[in-house]
C-alpha cells in the first residue's frame, strides 16, 4: 500500500501565523515550526503572540516594551536592533513575566526561560558546519560528599571513539548563577566551538567536564527560600561543597571513566560569572590540581565584592609570583566590555591585583556585549586553544 | 583566606514562597529550589503563582481549575488526585496558556510545556538507582536526504566502555506527534529504564537510537502553517522522508560510528503514538533490516484512520502468517486502558486485524493509564526485556 499517513495528532496551533513581506526569519531559538518571533536584516526583531483577552502585553529583553493589540486579539512589537548573540527574553501578561510559547526554553536566571539568537554576520565559529564532531555525554556519578547521584555532560572530541589507545587532557568549565549544565552546550554552544577549533587545529583535542555548580553536604540542611526575601545564589551554590565534589567525587570519577591525561598540566578549570569565581576559589587552592584557570566575566572576590589580597589569600600562592609563573602556565579572565558597571568592577579590582602581585595572565575584552552568552562563547574561543600546549 | 563567596546574583524570586504545614513534597520536576508544585500523600496536587494584577488564573492538567486570589496576589489551586507518571500541564493566565516559572520545560504537544512527575507507590523501575549507569550521547549526522545535519540521542550501556571488544543490539526509538528525539530520555526515563532493566538481568546490553521523527526531503518546501489551519502533525512528520532518514542516514552512521551487531536480527524498531505507527510503516517496509517491532499507543493506520489491509499492505507481507511468524521475532503493541476512545479503536482496528491474520503478537495493556508517558514507561519496561533473547 502507499504508506497510510493519517492524522495522528492534530491540534489547533497557539504558534502559527502568516509570514510578513519582508526580509525577516524566524529565530532559530524558536520551536519547531513557529513563525515568530521574527529576526530582521537590521536585527530588530518582531514578537507576536495571540492574547484576546489580556490586558498589557509586553516583551521584556533588557527592558520592556509594549506590545500592540490586533482586533483579533494578536498582540505584536518590533523591537530596535539587538546586541548579536544569545539572550533571554520573557513575555510579560498583565504584569506576569511567563515564557514565549513560541520560544525553546533555556535553564538561566534559576528558571527555564525563552531565549533569542541574533545572528552574528561573518562569523562561524560556533556555527553546526560539516567538521568532525565529538559527542555530548550525560555522565551519571555518585556523590560521597553530598550523598547524592549527579549529573554532568562530558564532551569527548571526534577522535575519542577512534583512537582508542589515546588520553586527553581534560577543562571543567562551569556555568553561571541561576543556570546549570546543561548551559554551555544548550545556551553556549561550547561542543560546536570545540568541534570547529579542533578541526582546524586551533585547539588540541580534549575532554570537556560541565557539572552542576551546586551542592549541599550530605545532612546538610538545603538552602531554602523565604517568602518575600531575595533569593541568594551565593547560598545556593555553596562553595564549601562544591569544592569537594569537584576534587573528591568528580575528577576521580571523570579519571575512572574516561582516558584522560591525570597529572596537572593536562587539567584546567574555567567558569563564567559564578562559575568564574569558583574555578579560581578552586584551582587557587588546589595548585597540584590544575595548571590553568579561566575568569569568564567571573573571578575571585565577585563581581560585587573587595578585591582579593593576594599577600594573604589562598594560602598566599600569588605572593611568590615567581614560583607562581613557573608553575601556573595560564591565568586568563574576560568581560564584555558592556557589562554593568558592577561586573566591571569586580574584574577591575581582581586585574589590578594581579598585575600588581607580578602574576602573569591573559586579559581579553568582548566588544559590546554584556554578561551574557556571546562573551562567554568568544572568551571560550580564545582561552580553549592556550590549553594543554 | 575563607573563601570569598560573595554576591554573584541577587535577584527577586518569583518562585518563592512560605512552605505549608502538611505531607506535600515540591514536584520532582520544578525548577531548583521551587517550592509549587506540591504533590501531596493523596496525589493531588497545589499549583500556586504570584500574578497580583490578573483578573483570572487557572491550571490546565488535562481540564482547567480555576485558581483562587490571596489578598497578596498570588493565586493558587489544590486540584484533586492525579494518575501517577508525568503529565503535561499549563498555567492559563486571563486566557493566555503559558508554562508555570516553577516548573521545568518538556518539549510536548508542538512546544515547550510545563510538567508533572506524580510518584508511583511501589514502583521503581524508572527511579534512578546505585546501578551501572550508561551513557546518553548527542550524535551528530549528515542526512542527504534532507540535506542538513541531524541530531539523535543514542543511549549506551553501562558496559560499553568497558568491553571494547563488544558489540551490541540497536533498539531505534521513536518518540511521539508533537514531541522530539529528546522525549525518550527527558519525559520517559529510557536511559534510566534501561540501566534497571540490565542492572538486574531482565534486558541484555543494548543501545537505543533516539532520532527525531520529522524530516524534509533535501529542495522540498517544509511543512508551512497558515494563519487559522489546524497544525497537522501529519505533514510535518512527512513519513516518506523521515523513512529514507532511518534507512539511508542513520542506520548506516550509527553502524559506523558506534560498535553495532549489524544484521536484523538484533535491530529493532519501536515508537510511541506517531513514532509507533512510523515503527511499524518502516519494519514491515523493510523486513530484511529489523526483527522486531514495538507500537506504544500507535499502530500502522494511524489511531484515527482505517484498519490496515492484510492482504495488501506492506506489499502483502501479513498475508503469509507462517512466514511472517518465522521470520519476525517480535510483533508488540500496547496501549493504556483509560486512553481515548480514538486512541483504542486505531489499536483495536490493528489488533483484530493482525488476530485474523494470524500473526503471533504481543499484545499489552496499562491499567489505569491514558495516552501518556506512563504509559510508555511501561511499554518499554515489558518492551524492551523481549528484544535480542
Same mark, same amino acid.
Given at each position: 500500500? %502507499?504508506?497510510?499517513?493519517?492524522?495522528?495528532?492534530?491540534?489547533?496551533?497557539?504558534?502559527?501565523?502568516? =509570514?510578513?513581506?519582508?526580509? #525577516?526569519?524566524?529565530?532559530?531559538?524558536?520551536?519547531?515550526?513557529?513563525?515568530?518571533?521574527?529576526?530582521?536584516?537590521?536585527r530588530?526583531?518582531?514578537?507576536?503572540?495571540?492574547?484576546?483577552?489580556?490586558?498589557?502585553? =509586553?516583551?521584556?529583553?533588557?527592558?520592556?516594551?509594549?506590545?500592540?493589540?490586533?482586533?483579533?486579539?494578536?498582540?505584536?512589537?518590533?523591537?530596535?536592533?539587538?546586541? %548579536?548573540?544569545?539572550?533571554?527574553?520573557?513575555?510579560?501578561?498583565?504584569?506576569?513575566?511567563?515564557?514565549?510559547?513560541?520560544?525553546e526554553?533555556?535553564?538561566?536566571v534559576?528558571?527555564?526561560?525563552?531565549?533569542?539568537?541574533?545572528?552574528?554576520?561573518?562569523?562561524?565559529?560556533?556555527?553546526?558546519?560539516?567538521v568532525?564532531?565529538? /559527542?555530548?555525554? $550525560?555522565?551519571?556519578?555518585?556523590?560521597?560528599?553530598?550523598?547524592?547521584?549527579?549529573?554532568? &555532560?562530558?564532551?569527548?572530541?571526534?577522535?575519542?571513539?577512534?583512537?582508542?589507545?589515546?588520553?586527553?587532557?581534560?577543562?571543567?568549565? $562551569?556555568?553561571?548563577?541561576? /543556570?546549570?549544565?546543561?548551559?554551555?552546550?544548550? $545556551?553556549?554552544?561550547a561542543?560546536?566551538?570545540?568541534?570547529?577549533?579542533?578541526?582546524?587545529?586551533?585547539?588540541?583535542?580534549m575532554i570537556?567536564?560541565?557539572?552542576?555548580?551546586?551542592?549541599?553536604?550530605?545532612?546538610?540542611?538545603?538552602?531554602?527560600?523565604? $517568602?518575600?526575601?531575595? &533569593?541568594?545564589?551565593?547560598r545556593?551554590s555553596?562553595? %564549601?561543597?562544591?569544592?569537594?565534589?569537584? *576534587?573528591?567525587?568528580?575528577?576521580?570519577?571523570?579519571?575512572?571513566?574516561?582516558?584522560?591525561?591525570?597529572?596537572?598540566?593536562?587539567?584546567?578549570?574555567?567558569?563564567?560569572?559564578?562559575?568564574?569565581?569558583?574555578?579560581?576559589? *578552586?584551582v587557587?587552592?588546589?595548585?597540584?590540581?590544575?595548571?590553568?584557570?579561566?575568569?569568564?566575566?567571573?573571578?575571585?572576590?565577585?563581581?560585587?565584592? %573587595?578585591?582579593i589580597?593576594?599577600?594573604?589569600?589562598?594560602?598566599?600562592?600569588?605572593?611568590?609570583?615567581?614560583?607562581?609563573?613557573?608553575?601556573?602556565?595560564?591565568?586568563?579572565?574576560?568581560i564584555?566590555?558592556?557589562?554593568?558597571?558592577?561586573?566591571?568592577?569586580?574584574?577591575?579590582?581582581?586585574?589590578?591585583?594581579?598585575?600588581?602581585?607580578?602574576?602573569?595572565?591573559?586579559? &581579553?575584552? #568582548?566588544?559590546?556585549? #554584556?554578561?551574557?552568552?556571546?562573551?562567554?562563547?568568544?572568551?571560550?574561543?580564545?582561552f580553549?586553544?592556550?590549553?594543554?600546549?
Amino acid at each position: 500500500m %502507499p504508506i497510510k499517513t493519517i492524522l495522528w495528532m492534530t491540534f489547533a496551533c497557539g504558534l502559527c501565523y502568516g =509570514q510578513p513581506a519582508d526580509d #525577516s526569519k524566524p529565530a532559530t531559538t524558536n520551536v519547531m515550526g513557529a513563525e515568530y518571533p521574527r529576526v530582521h536584516a537590521d536585527r530588530g526583531v518582531t514578537f507576536r503572540i495571540k492574547a484576546p483577552d489580556a490586558k498589557k502585553v =509586553q516583551v521584556r529583553l533588557g527592558q520592556d516594551y509594549d506590545m500592540v493589540r490586533a482586533e483579533d486579539g494578536t498582540w505584536s512589537a518590533t523591537i530596535p536592533p539587538q546586541v %548579536p548573540g544569545f539572550h533571554y527574553y520573557y513575555l510579560v501578561i498583565d504584569g506576569v513575566q511567563v515564557n514565549d510559547p513560541a520560544s525553546e526554553a533555556f535553564y538561566g536566571v534559576g528558571r527555564e526561560s525563552s531565549g533569542i539568537e541574533i545572528p552574528e554576520t561573518g562569523v562561524d565559529y560556533y556555527d553546526l558546519k560539516d567538521v568532525p564532531h565529538g /559527542e555530548v555525554r $550525560q555522565f551519571r556519578y555518585y556523590s560521597k560528599v553530598t550523598g547524592t547521584w549527579r549529573r554532568a &555532560f562530558v564532551y569527548t572530541p571526534p577522535d575519542y571513539d577512534v583512537n582508542l589507545k589515546a588520553r586527553y587532557p581534560v577543562l571543567y568549565l $562551569q556555568h553561571g548563577g541561576g /543556570e546549570d549544565e546543561r548551559g554551555w552546550i544548550v $545556551q553556549g554552544r561550547a561542543d560546536i566551538i570545540l568541534d570547529n577549533l579542533i578541526a582546524a587545529k586551533k585547539a588540541v583535542p580534549m575532554i570537556v567536564v560541565m557539572d552542576k555548580g551546586y551542592a549541599v553536604a550530605a545532612g546538610e540542611k538545603p538552602y531554602e527560600y523565604k $517568602q518575600g526575601e531575595p &533569593f541568594d545564589m551565593r547560598r545556593l551554590s555553596s562553595l %564549601p561543597a562544591f569544592e569537594k565534589v569537584v *576534587i573528591d567525587d568528580l575528577i576521580p570519577a571523570i579519571d575512572r571513566r574516561y582516558r584522560t591525561l591525570t597529572d596537572r598540566d593536562h587539567r584546567a578549570m574555567a567558569g563564567l560569572s559564578m562559575g568564574g569565581g569558583q574555578a579560581y576559589d *578552586i584551582v587557587l587552592r588546589h595548585p597540584d590540581t590544575f595548571a590553568y584557570a579561566g575568569g569568564f566575566s567571573g573571578v575571585p572576590g565577585g563581581n560585587g565584592g %573587595p578585591a582579593i589580597d593576594t599577600k594573604t589569600d589562598f594560602g598566599g600562592v600569588l605572593d611568590r609570583a615567581d614560583a607562581f609563573n613557573k608553575r601556573m602556565k595560564l591565568v586568563w579572565f574576560g568581560i564584555g566590555t558592556a557589562e554593568p558597571a558592577s561586573m566591571a568592577k569586580g574584574m577591575k579590582g581582581f586585574r589590578e591585583a594581579i598585575t600588581a602581585a607580578g602574576i602573569r595572565h591573559v586579559y &581579553f575584552e #568582548s566588544e559590546g556585549t #554584556s554578561h551574557e552568552w556571546l562573551t562567554w562563547r568568544r572568551d571560550l574561543a580564545d582561552f580553549a586553544p592556550r590549553l594543554f600546549r
